[in-house]
């Protein structure tokens, strides 16, 4: 009888050492610690410990958050973020779904080790088919791994050093309200619904696509292991929020993480289904998604997301800029580029675009700017083949490059063209602005700026859909430059294309000529190009924060020299930047790196 | 009252006269556009000449890629920098273009070139070429086909023809023990829709297919947009993008329904 006892109870301890899969480790073995935490200083009223997460390679952003911060006295833990670049194939497998039977098949990404280099990770698309294979959401990237593993491991330090209530920033944000308000609104909410009786409370209103613009969620996200059929996703728990009062109001589905007060229940709710469930979509897709989850949010922005800021996730990704080679930067950006990619003077990658042809045409424009310092603005400045050129062939000149990361087709433009700087950190005359430009942006140029020579290549057609938006940004950069060369095409934007053969021949205008737009024999793409002369007496514009001398633009001056970096490897702006700290702020320039420090 | 009715209706006839015939005023006459777009995935103020760009996203890292036309090579080379772990498989008929293909992509591992057409059957057949409406430009011998032109054409005139051999492409996979297909890109010059009917089990497992596409009946039984459209959808494909010159071509990705439902629907 006791030998009976003993081999059934023997059965049941193997049986369920043999249904538990040892293969995999757990999500919380990847959790990272938070080290060097000090308990003072990093609290507010109502708020026991404030966390804001940041890349080690992106000091920065930290910094430029701490500034804003500083002001009013608030000094968040710098939590050192889990690189989601740097996680090897066995944890980005381990951290995954894994497909079972009963889940939902969908379209998925995995990873896979490059069969010439182990070390590094392939992204391979799957229709999920392979059970105990790992899936992530189609097209995430690295970068939102590490990023959701940052938030989860700050949730669990949060639980273990038992506090009440936690802020977790995000390193790109903005205040727009005094933060201390939050302490107040805090009180307010606990009073109306009740205070353990809410677990998230969002600082902002939505996610921020521009001022007072937000990008508003319309659903839950799928997940293989969650029901999807469309009336639970777009039923009301995600997609219905109610107004409370004129601060709060409910929150459904939304994207952003920016800036969460998490009571502890909410750290016990969003732990549980982390580590439950691993990680399947980005972090702000799943944060709606925890069953029982009370979130709230408000009517207005007290601490939300900086806008246009560099993201480090990116369906690409972002190594370390800084520390960018070529060979990474080739991997990296693996699909069609546009544009003959320029690295210390040597096309390293062609793009599927003519760019010497065009070159070969604006030589003679900035030829007769030799011996004499100039300004060029590259509007649309794609992988900067123009502006790198002529920063290289005129060292005389100082161009601002402007590009961004959103748009439809030219995704990652934004990301490239960074790393392309540093990989051209041997020009000094260089300089990007990361923005999607609108014509507001062109007015504050035109009230603060001024170029000697404009570049806007198949651009404007993509700035605005209208005509009539089209017309005013071609007047905008009438006045903002001395020579405005514009290229449009044979076969986009023909409307605008027509536009401007019919402007060329009201104004002073040159035409340049006609060239071959794709590389592809078979393409008859070709785009115009036309050189728009204009007499404009703007060039002493300036802000009061310094003078500008009159004509070309001069060597040297006030605001120039305090521009110039003497930090060691870092680039410094040029000797004679073209544009003023406060332009480079204003639309968020990223490179020099030192130019965003000065403030 | 008659009086002032008249002068305006006059007035207003002037004003449509200046602005048809844009004169003294510098008017501006919008013209209709060249390009339009249907889809999901793109826009009509982009386009994409290579639709290449968008298959990546449904695809492994490692397809199996067969591009049917592939004149001399600048859109397989495109194909093999994108899936440098994928097999591509490029058929070009016309012995010319094919020394020239055989030449551009002599430096990438993971492309081979094959000297067939693409057709109903395997065997031989004639390849019309194309060379433009006096028939002197062999420039423009890329827009050969298997097809003769279109006989109601008023420019018709009778193509000189090589003999060229062709294959099946259910036939050549079997033969060369490919099991499947990812991504299948087809420049066939009006024969797209009848390769397609043909390769049935090509088409049971391919993920993205990218088509020429014709408004125009330029080629005899040549195959017009709304009838390739017509058959993807019944096996089991989404349209996802086409760009297209209205009444004349265009090119059209369509993507596995179950791919497109799990990321639209």
């Known amino acids: 009888m006791k030998l009976f006892k003993f081999s059934i109870v023997f059965s049941i301890i193997l049986a369920i050492l043999f249904s538990y899969d040892f293969s995999y480790a757990k999500l919380q073995d990847h959790f990272k610690k938070a080290l060097g935490k000090s308990n003072n200083n990093h609290a507010m009223r109502n708020i026991d410990f404030i966390y804001m997460i940041n890349l080690d390679r992106r000091p920065e952003k930290y910094t430029l958050s701490m500034k804003y911060l500083d002001k009013y006295g608030i000094k968040p833990y710098r939590f050192s973020a889990v690189d989601g670049w740097k996680l090897s194939l066995e944890e980005i497998l381990d951290v995954g779904v894994r497909f079972k039977p009963g889940m939902t098949p969908l379209l998925g990404t995995t990873f896979v080790a490059d069969p010439c280099n182990s070390n590094k990770l392939i992204t391979s698309h799957e229709f999920m088919q392979e059970y105990d294979k790992t899936y992530f959401v189609h097209c995430i990237a690295p970068g939102a791994l590490g990023c959701a593993l940052s938030h989860i491991s700050v949730l669990q330090d949060a639980y273990d050093s038992g506090y009440e209530t936690v802020l977790v920033l995000e390193d790109d944000i903005e205040i727009v309200r005094n933060p201390h308000l939050l302490s107040d609104l805090i009180d307010e909410l606990d009073s109306i619904v009740g205070h353990d009786n809410w677990d998230v409370l969002f600082t902002d209103h939505d996610y921020r696509i521009g001022v007072n613009t937000y990008l508003p969620a319309y659903g839950a996200c799928k997940r293989p292991d969650m029901d999807n059929r469309p009336e639970e996703r777009y039923s009301d728990k995600y997609t219905k929020t109610v107004t409370i009062n004129q601060n709060f109001r409910t929150v459904a589905a939304r994207f952003g993480t920016t800036s969460m007060i998490i009571r502890r229940s909410g750290i016990i709710k969003l732990l549980e289904f982390a580590k439950e469930r691993n990680i399947y979509l980005p972090y702000d897709l799943e944060n709606y998604l925890v069953p029982g989850i009370k979130r709230y949010g408000l009517n207005y922005d007290v601490i939300t997301n900086m806008l246009n800021s560099l993201s480090d996730i990116g369906a690409q990704g972002n190594v370390t800029s800084e520390k960018i080679t070529i060979e990474s930067f080739l991997q990296k950006y693996s699909h069609q580029i546009y544009q003959d990619v320029l690295v210390k003077n040597q096309i390293i990658a062609p793009g599927t675009d003519h760019c010497a042809l065009r070159y070969d045409l604006i030589k003679p424009i900035l030829a007769l700017y030799t011996n004499k310092n100039f300004s060029v603005l590259d509007l649309g400045a794609a992988q900067g083949y123009f502006s790198f050129s002529i920063a290289q062939e005129f060292p005389q000149s100082s161009c601002v490059m402007i590009e961004s990361n959103n748009t439809s087709y030219y995704a990652h433009h934004g990301d490239m063209l960074y790393d392309l700087c540093f990989l051209n950190s041997h020009l000094q005359n260089i300089s990007y602005l990361h923005k999607r430009v609108n014509l507001s942006d062109l007015s504050y140029l035109n009230e603060h700026e001024h170029f000697d020579v404009i570049i806007a290549f198949l651009v404007v057609h993509l700035m605005e859909e209208t005509l009539q938006e089209q017309i005013k940004i071609i007047e905008s950069l009438l006045t903002l430059g001395d020579n405005l060369i514009i290229e449009v095409a044979n076969d986009v934007g023909v409307v605008h294309t027509s536009y401007v053969e019919f402007l060329s021949t009201k104004l002073d205008c040159q035409y340049l000529g006609e060239v071959k737009r794709h590389k592809d024999p078979k393409s008859t793409s070709t785009g115009k190009l036309f050189w728009f002369r204009t007499k404009n007496n703007n060039k002493k514009k300036r802000s009061s924060s310094g003078a500008r001398p009159e004509g070309l633009y001069p060597d040297h001056g006030e605001e120039a020299q305090r521009a110039v970096s003497n930090q060691k490897g870092a680039p410094s702006s040029t000797t004679h930047p073209a544009i003023t700290r406060k332009t480079f702020l204003q639309l968020n320039g990223v490179y020099p790196v030192n130019f965003q420090s000065k403030i | ?265």
Request: negative net charge; aromatic residues 10%.
């Open chain 2, 1 to 265: 009252m008659v009086v002032i009715v008249r002068c305006a209706l006059l007035f207003l006839t002037l004003v449509i006269a200046q602005k048809v015939s844009g004169i003294s005023s510098g008017t501006f006459d919008i013209p209709k556009p060249v390009y339009k777009f249907e889809g999901i995935l793109g826009s009509t103020s982009e386009i994409i000449e290579n639709q290449n760009s968008l298959a990546p996203s449904f695809l492994p890292y490692n397809p199996t890629v067969i591009e049917i036309g592939s004149d001399e090579g600048a859109g397989t080379i495109t194909l093999a920098a994108t899936y440098p772990y994928g097999r591509i498989f490029a058929f070009e008929p016309h012995p010319r273009a094919f020394a020239v293909l055989q030449e551009n992509v002599k430096a990438c591992k993971n492309v081979s070139p094959i000297n067939r057409a693409i057709n109903n059957a395997t065997g031989h057949a004639k390849l019309y070429l194309y060379r433009g409406k006096n028939n002197t430009d062999r420039g423009l011998e890329h827009l050969s086909s298997l097809l003769p032109i279109f006989k109601s054409d008023s420019n018709a005139f009778d193509n000189p023809s090589i003999m060229v051999p062709c294959v099946n492409l259910d036939d050549w996979c079997q033969l060369n023990h490919i099991d499947h297909v990812d991504f299948l890109r087809i420049d066939a010059e009006g024969l797209e829709l009848q390769i397609l009917e043909n390769s049935q089990n090509v088409l049971k497992k391919a993920i993205v297919i990218v088509v020429k596409t014709n408004f125009r009946q330029l080629r005899e039984n040549g195959a017009l947009y709304p009838d390739i459209k017509q058959f993807l959808e019944k096996n089991d494909f989404e349209m996802l993008a086409h760009w297209y010159c209205e009444d004349l071509q265009g090119e059209a990705t369509f993507v596995r329904k179950a791919y497109y439902d799990s990321i639209f629907r």
